[in-house]
């Protein structure tokens, strides 16, 4: 019963302090571009973008406040093939992942923003927050499609394998605008700083060949090292025990480009209370 008590203050609360700014909710989707950043992608090539959608739910405080809720689709892919770093070119390796992505953020908006109104119906915006994400990197071997996580490429032990579901830091910019007082037109950039190294497979050093072959087969072994030899990477001691696979002080990145449409519900009221 306290607690029910503690709700309903809060709420009135809330209610009271924003009594003359619009609240309420907003529903829709969008769609547009997912770009991934990591150790396949060191120089930031936004050409191989892939495609990303979703679908969002934000609640309007005020004229400058709102919390949105998001859950989305993301593709990523990245090869060394495409690296301009010779070095990298040699290692040879690739990925690619769907993911699926949960988003929560907390949105500022630049200039005071309301629905329908003919002096207030823009605002650029910032948001920051928080996502849960899951994700499955694979790469091409022979023409089939393999599951790298399973593999083990790096050498961690059976049941010690990255977690396929982790999490990031969610934040970006965007821009709203009225198409009418119902709907409402959205551009965002969203970015999404994760707390895992192994969205694309790839994040420390060679492990022993012999070890991996022991704790898993063949094919780990084959796809742990794809090394090549390239012109201007002389010499190279890519693919040995211990060198450098991959940078574990950096976290990946995936990045989404999208618009998106909006339907507002109309304001939500606070309860009246008989006297």
């Not at 503690?6 to 619009?22: G, M």
């Not at 690619?96 to 915006?125: A, C, M, R, V, W």
Request: glycine share 10%.
């Amino acid at each position: 019963m306290k607690t029910y008590t503690w709700a309903v203050l809060a709420f009135t609360i809330l209610c009271t302090t924003t009594a003359h700014a619009q609240k309420g909710w907003e529903a829709g989707g969008w769609i547009g571009s997912s770009f991934y950043l990591g150790d396949l992608n060191t120089d930031y090539d936004f050409s191989n973008p892939g495609l990303a959608g979703g679908l969002i739910a934000r609640y309007n405080f005020n004229k400058r406040l709102c919390f949105k809720a998001s859950a989305n689709f993301a593709q990523v892919s990245a090869s060394d093939a495409d690296s301009p770093n010779a070095f990298e070119r040699a290692r040879n390796l690739s990925f690619e992942s769907n993911i699926i992505d949960g988003t929560f953020q907390f949105e500022f908006n630049f200039l005071p923003y309301k629905h329908g109104d003919p002096d207030e119906f823009f605002t650029p915006y910032l948001f920051a927050g928080f996502n849960v994400f899951h994700f499955n990197p694979m790469t091409e071997y022979q023409g089939e499609m393999v599951e790298l996580r399973p593999l083990g490429t790096e050498g961690q032990f059976k049941g010690e394998e990255y977690y396929s579901v982790s999490g990031g830091l969610a934040y970006g910019f965007g821009f709203k605008v009225d198409l009418s007082y119902e709907w409402s037109l959205n551009l965002e950039l969203n970015a999404r700083t994760l707390f895992t190294d192994y969205l694309d497979d790839v994040s420390t050093v060679y492990a022993d060949k012999d070890d991996i072959l022991q704790l898993r087969n063949e094919l780990a072994v084959a796809l742990s090292d794809r090394s090549i030899e390239v012109e201007g990477a002389p010499n190279s001691q890519i693919g040995r025990e211990g060198t450098q696979r991959g940078n574990s002080n950096n976290n990946d990145t995936f990045i989404t480009l999208g618009i998106g449409l909006l339907y507002y519900f109309g304001d939500v009221r606070c309860p009246e209370y008989s006297r």
